[in-house]
């Protein structure tokens, strides 16, 4: 019953290294999100994915990359971290377009500070 | 654009008390989803409710309901009888139904931390 599974948990990052959020979920969803929260905001979208091997841009792409070669895998990546990503990260899966009457299902956030 | 607001940035109340926290939202689709999140202070988002447009009845669910107003763009949320497990940050979201750009994403608020104080 793991739902979507996010590592690492917490990371601290440097000025212009690079990482990878993974995620994975057991659902079998074909819909997945990544959004951030910033401190007093809401989420904001970054990327979508609508199945294996398609992707979209959201509403926040800039400085992150993603892929899904699998229906189960959908990684995010920062190739040059900046301060301004410092960010909770969280991937959701759904299996409709959040568009429809569907929820989508959060994974429990990964805390990244770049210093 | 669609919008979400929630005025209220953060609240606290006394155990047992009722409390409602509000939503307000913007769109012009005529067909739109409302979401209702819990985001408790472990960090996860758990999901509450989901209305459609078309269905303004309202909606309890034990100690929470839920009053979906069209006329007011509102989609308001009670807890009745508060209790200390209900200390988190609320999350109304928005959908449209349209299937293009931005049809797959959650417009979410700012969130509304509720304290509840044993």
């Known amino acids: 019953n793991a739902g979507v599974t996010q590592t690492p948990k917490f990371r601290i990052l440097k000025i212009g290294q690079s990482m990878t959020l993974q995620c994975t979920q057991d659902m079998n969803h074909n819909y997945m999100y990544w959004y951030r929260q910033d401190p007093g905001m809401g989420l904001k979208l970054i990327y979508y994915s609508v199945g294996a091997g398609i992707t979209d841009k959201g509403e926040v792409p800039n400085g992150y990359n993603v892929s899904r070669s699998t229906t189960e895998d959908f990684p995010l990546r920062l190739e040059l971290a900046a301060p301004s990503q410092t960010s909770v990260y969280f991937c959701?899966?759904?299996?409709?377009?959040?568009?429809?009457?569907?929820?989508?299902?959060f994974g429990q956030g990964t805390r990244l500070t770049v210093v | 654009a669609q919008k979400v607001t929630q005025a209220q940035t953060e609240i606290s109340v006394v155990e047992k008390e009722d409390v409602t926290l509000d939503c307000v939202y913007e769109?012009?689709?005529?067909?739109?989803?409302l979401f209702w999140y819990k985001q408790p202070p472990s960090g996860e988002l758990v999901f509450l409710i989901r209305?459609?447009?078309?269905?303004?009845q309202n909606e309890i669910s034990g100690r929470y309901s839920w009053n979906f107003q069209k006329s007011t763009s509102s989609f308001n949320f009670t807890i009745t009888a508060s209790q200390v497990v209900d200390s988190a940050v609320y999350f109304c979201?928005?959908?449209?139904?349209?299937f293009g750009a931005g049809s797959y994403q959650l417009t979410f608020g700012k969130g509304t931390k509720l304290s509840v104080i044993p």
């Open positions: 209305r459609n447009s078309f269905d303004e």
């Open positions: 769109t012009r689709d005529t067909t739109y989803y």
């Open positions: 959701a899966s759904s299996s409709r377009p959040s568009s429809e009457e569907t929820e989508a299902f």
């Open positions: 979201a928005l959908s449209n139904s349209f």
